[in-house]
């Protein structure tokens, strides 16, 4: 059974920054893909960004493009999301993913973590 363990998330001010770490073990696919999905108050799931295991091509939900960078430790199999000039509308649970695409059918997921923009 595939274990996801997030860390990161917390409080911060508008124009802060955080970061949110997703560790990977209890797997053996050769090929994933792993990233986050928001869920906000009120609002449905929405992709965030995702990374692929094997060029590490990246793809980003069009609310976060140029503010938030997802990166990856293969050794560790560790995936990161940086957050950059974060925004109220940020605000949400944070659930880390993996699968064999950017999609969150059939993902294996985090326990989530919870990031709140607010002054």
């Known amino acids: 059974q595939v274990q996801l363990v997030e860390s990161g998330g917390g409080l911060v001010q508008p124009g802060g920054s955080l970061r949110l770490s997703c560790a990977a073990s209890?797997?053996?696919?050769?090929?994933?893909?792993m990233g986050w999905f928001r869920q906000a108050p009120d609002a449905g799931r929405e992709r965030i960004a995702c990374?692929?295991?094997?060029?590490?091509?990246?793809r980003y939900g069009d609310s976060v493009k140029g503010r938030f960078t997802i990166s990856r430790d293969s050794t560790k199999h560790t995936v990161y999301l940086q957050m950059n000039n974060l925004k109220p509308e940020d605000t949400g649970l944070y659930y880390c993913?993996?699968?064999?695409?950017?999609?969150?059918?059939?993902?294996?997921w985090g326990q989530g973590s919870q990031v709140t923009v607010s002054s």
């Open positions: 993913f993996m699968n064999v695409y950017c999609q969150p059918y059939g993902a294996y």
């Open positions: 209890q797997f053996s696919y050769d090929y994933y893909v």
């Open positions: 990374i692929s295991s094997g060029d590490d091509s990246t």
